[in-house]
Structure formats: structure tokens, C-alpha cells
């Protein structure tokens, strides 16, 4: 039988959903896309206005009513919640960086004092208020190109991506400085897939568990704890980063208001990456974290 992949129509979810198609099949597996619509993709409004998991609901729909056999996430746009509907894996994790790609190849200290820089995203205008408070933060949605393309057109200085999506469609290169994550901390689970399969479905297990990379497995689940304890979505301004070495998790973990004036961060270490994420959101809330994301999400 050969196993239909779900995927978003998008030029990155349909490269990073190949790649993994390209993997099963390595392993020795019948696979190939289904593409499905989702509202994020007609629905051009902000994230924050549509809803938490908009790129993941008609996914999971269709994986649910066997329209198709394995899906594929963006781990990043999961709720947090698991839905044990499904049964999910991890399989190797991109680069989880945050990249600034800017007219003249400029870094953000170089853009002119009220340059226009696109994102959409709570967690990244908090860092870069915080850094630049100068700056004209403008919304953005649409796919990779159509971004970069309002930085081509003049009508931005700059806009900031997630490093990963740009290096899967192959223009890492078009990024003029790829910030370290003491810098601008990414989301949870930047860089990390999810792939998902009906948990009852035995040959769809056995195929994505041929996939499976436990340390980014471990270091996404302990950054999205920290989401889940919060008891913040995906749009939150909230950042995790997480390194293993020799089976020690350390995560560094932040809460931000809109405006960058107020930043709580912390950094964790442990072996358990549930213990290291709910560690990393006591002591955030202890230190006023949702009082911060108030600020940030009024109403």
C-alpha cells in the first residue's frame, strides 16, 4: 500500500513534506503528497485573529477521516495538548534560528533608524523592540517568497524568518544574519517536524518510526512544555531553546511584553525534558509571566 502524506500546498510544507516522502521511501516504504487546504492558506489575516492550530486542524481532520495516512507539522503550530488520536515522531530537527533577510545585505544594528521590518509574530517584535526600538515593525503573512518579496520591492527594509524554512527551500543564503539564540531566542520547537499518523494505523507507525530522532524528539518536547505550562499558544510570546549534551537538557526559555520593555527569561538544566520545561515555567511564572503575556495579549 502506498501512504499518502498530508500536506499544506505551501512551496516550504510541501519541500520539507518531500523530504520526508523521499526518507519513507528510502526506507522502504510506498509514499507520495496529498495536498490539503487549510484556512491559514486562504485566509490571509493575522495568526492571532484566525486562531491557534489553523495550520494544523485540516491536517489533522483529514488524517482523522482517512483521507490520507501521515501528516506533516510543523511541530512549532501543534497545540500543545496531545491529541491521542494520533501518534507522533520527530525526525532529525533543522537549524531553529532566526534569520533577518534585509535590503543591502544590511544586519539589524546596520538598518537605518526607522527601517520597516516585517513580522507578524509576538515573540519576534518584543526581541527586536528590545533591540532597535526604533523601528517601524509592519505585519506579514504569506509564504516565504511572497515575504522576501516585499523586502526585493522596497516596500520593507528587512524581514525576519525562521532559518530553517528558508535553508529547506534552498535560500539560506538570502539571509544577511542568522541571529544566535541568546540573541533572539526562537519559538518552541522551531526547525522540529512533527509527523503524525493514525495511532491505530500499525504500517503508517512502522513507517515514521523509521524516522525518529530522539534528541530532537527531547529537545522540542522540553521547549514546548514550557508553552503548555504557560498555558500559552502558539502565537504567545513566548521563546524556548534547548541544547543536549551527553543526555543533559539546557533550556533557556523566555517570557516578553509587545512593547520589549519587559523580558523574563531563565535557563534550565536536567535530564528529564518535561521536569526541565515545567523547571523553566514555575520559575517564569513565579516572576510575573502571565502578567507580561497580558500585556501582550489584551482582551
Do not use: W
Not at 507520495?32 to 485566509?43: C, F, K, M, Q, R
Not at 483529514?62 to 510543523?74: F, M, P, Q, R
Not at 504567545?236 to 520593555?261: E, K, M, Q, R, Y
Amino acid at each position: 500500500m502506498t501512504l499518502k502524506i498530508g500536506t499544506r500546498g505551501s512551496k516550504l510544507a510541501t519541500t520539507q513534506s518531500g523530504h520526508m516522502r523521499d526518507a519513507l521511501i528510502a526506507a522502504g516504504f510506498a509514499a507520495e503528497l496529498h495536498i490539503v487546504t487549510t484556512a491559514g492558506d486562504v485566509n490571509m489575516a493575522p495568526v492571532e485573529r484566525i486562531g491557534v492550530g489553523v495550520f494544523t486542524q485540516a491536517l489533522r481532520d483529514s488524517l482523522a477521516n482517512h483521507e490520507c495516512d501521515i501528516a506533516v507539522h510543523s511541530f512549532k503550530d501543534l497545540p500543545t495538548a496531545s491529541d491521542e488520536r494520533f501518534h507522533l515522531i520527530v525526525p532529525v530537527r533543522a537549524d531553529n534560528r532566526e534569520a533577518l533577510i534585509a535590503r543591502d545585505g544590511l544586519t539589524l544594528e546596520q538598518l537605518p533608524h526607522g527601517a520597516k521590518v516585517g513580522t507578524s509574530a509576538p515573540r519576534r517584535i518584543s526581541q527586536l523592540r528590545a533591540r532597535r526600538p526604533d523601528l517601524d515593525i509592519r505585519p506579514l503573512r504569506g509564504n516565504i517568497d511572497t515575504r522576501m518579496g516585499k523586502v526585493t520591492s522596497g516596500e520593507l527594509d528587512a524581514v525576519v524568518l525562521a532559518f530553517a524554512g528558508l535553508s529547506r527551500v534552498g535560500q539560506g543564503d538570502r539571509a544577511t544574519e542568522v541571529f544566535s539564540p541568546e540573541t533572539i531566542i526562537p519559538a518552541p520547537a522551531q526547525g522540529a517536524l512533527a509527523i503524525e499518523c493514525r495511532a491505530d494505523d500499525a504500517q503508517a507507525r512502522a513507517a515514521i518510526d523509521s524516522l525518529v530522532d530522539s534528541v530532537a524528539y527531547t529537545g522540542a518536547v522540553a521547549e514546548r512544555i514550557v508553552l503548555n505550562r504557560l498555558e500559552a499558544g502558539c502565537t504567545a510570546p513566548v521563546a524556548a531553546h534547548s541544547s543536549i549534551v551527553n543526555g543533559v537538557i539546557t533550556l533557556n526559555a523566555g517570557v516578553f511584553s509587545l512593547d520589549g520593555h519587559t523580558q523574563l527569561t531563565c535557563t534550565v538544566s536536567g535530564s528529564d525534558p518535561v521536569e526541565v520545561g515545567e523547571q523553566a515555567a514555575r520559575d517564569l511564572i513565579s516572576r510575573g509571566a502571565a502578567e507580561v503575556m497580558a500585556i501582550s495579549n489584551p482582551g
